[in-house]
């Protein structure tokens, strides 16, 4: 059983920065994408970034259009954990932001870290 574990998050001013991490454990084959997406309340989960990777090996990363050029993904290759490092945040990065594997066809997912950008 894939688990994912999350760390980081919490509340920072607007133009701040803050990291999030997720490790990952447990069966993971080929293949995988590794992840963040983000929610507010009434709102669809939307894509924040993710990395696609085989091995240790990356093979691409993709943004959400609001955060591109401001936040920032990558992965400890002897590790199977992922960062998210984001800058420049603003109040409307405010979200539940929730990790995310791919592999072998299932979503796993973390248990969600509140990300707070004051004003």
């Known amino acids: 059983q894939v688990q994912l574990v999350e760390s980081g998050g919490g509340l920072v001013q607007a133009g701040g920065s803050l990291r999030l991490s997720c490790a990952a454990s447990?069966?993971?084959?080929?293949?995988?994408?590794m992840g963040w997406y983000r929610q507010t309340p009434g709102k669809q989960r939307e894509l924040v970034a993710t990395?696609?990777?085989?091995?240790?090996?990356?093979?691409?990363?993709n943004y959400g259009d609001s955060v591109s050029g401001r936040f920032t993904i990558s992965r400890d290759n002897a590790k199977t954990t992922v960062y998210l490092q984001m800058n420049s945040l603003r109040p409307e990065d405010t979200a539940a932001y929730y990790c995310n594997l791919f592999n072998r066809a299932i979503d796993y997912w973390g248990q969600g870290t509140q990300v707070t950008v004051s004003s």
């Open positions: 990395i696609t990777s085989l091995g240790t090996s990356v093979r691409n990363t």
């Open positions: 447990g069966p993971i084959f080929g293949v995988f994408t």
